[in-house]
């Protein structure tokens, strides 16, 4: 499955921004999707993640509550509503896809290129 990540940005503190990947090749909903996001000299963290069909979600500690993970099966698209952004929001955010179950970057098989999201203060 090819992943293409887009709706990165600058935002200022407080603010939302909405993440989308398309996905291609083959069934999406033969996935799980999520996000996990970078900063510089540190491994990608784990942001969020739902099941093939919609029906489970689990979020990082730091996100729950402010972020949403949701996806549209008929459109092959995964999405991240982020509210409430903070300053240490601040990374590249990856989408990925796997066929079972993830919360750690080893657990990937698929990963998108990457979209920056800046948090001003």
């Known amino acids: 499955v090819q992943l293409q990540a887009s709706g990165g940005g600058l935002v200022q503190a407080g603010g939302s921004l909405r993440l989308s990947c398309a996905a291609s090749g083959r069934t999406f909903s033969s996935y799980v999707m999520g996000w996990f996001r970078q900063t510089p000299g540190k491994g990608r963290e784990f942001v969020a993640a739902?099941?093939?069909?919609?029906?489970?979600?689990l979020y990082a500690d730091s996100v729950k509550g402010r972020f949403t993970i949701s996806r549209d099966n008929a459109k092959n698209t995964v999405y991240l509503q982020m509210n409430s952004l903070k300053p240490e929001d601040t990374a590249v955010y990856y989408c990925?896809?796997?066929?079972?179950?993830?919360?750690?970057?080893?657990?990937?098989?698929?990963w998108g290129q990457g979209t920056q999201v800046t948090v001003s203060s």
């Open positions: 990925a896809a796997d066929p079972s179950g993830f919360t750690t970057a080893t657990r990937v098989d698929y």
């Open positions: 739902m099941n093939r069909f919609g029906g489970t979600t």
